[in-house]
């Protein structure tokens, strides 16, 4: 499945987050991160753009913390339904 350009809840492992947290300096009691857009999907994980205080930046997440993706439906143009 191609998940580049997509919008999507990434899923993280309390693990996940506390390395997000600590090298990102952002705190979530949430599981799941909305990110804006994922760039790429690599064997490493998802580098995915993730919009903070101070702007947007792009984060790797590793495929290790990663407990699951969800893809809202894409919106269909007028016509191919």
Do not use: C
Not at 15 to 29: D, H, P, Q, R
Not at 57 to 73: G, M, N, Q, T
Request: proline content about 2%; cysteine-free; hydrophobic content about 40%.
């Amino acid at each position: 499945m191609k998940l580049e350009g997509r919008i999507a809840n990434i899923y993280v492992s309390d693990e996940g987050i506390t390395i997000l947290s600590e090298l990102a300096g952002f705190v979530t009691k949430k599981r799941a991160l909305l990110v804006q857009r994922i760039r790429e999907a690599d064997e490493n994980g998802l580098w995915v753009d993730y919009k903070l205080e101070d702007g947007g930046h792009l984060f790797l997440i590793r495929w290790d913390y990663i407990r699951a993706v969800e893809l809202p439906p894409e919106k269909r143009e007028k016509g191919l339904e």
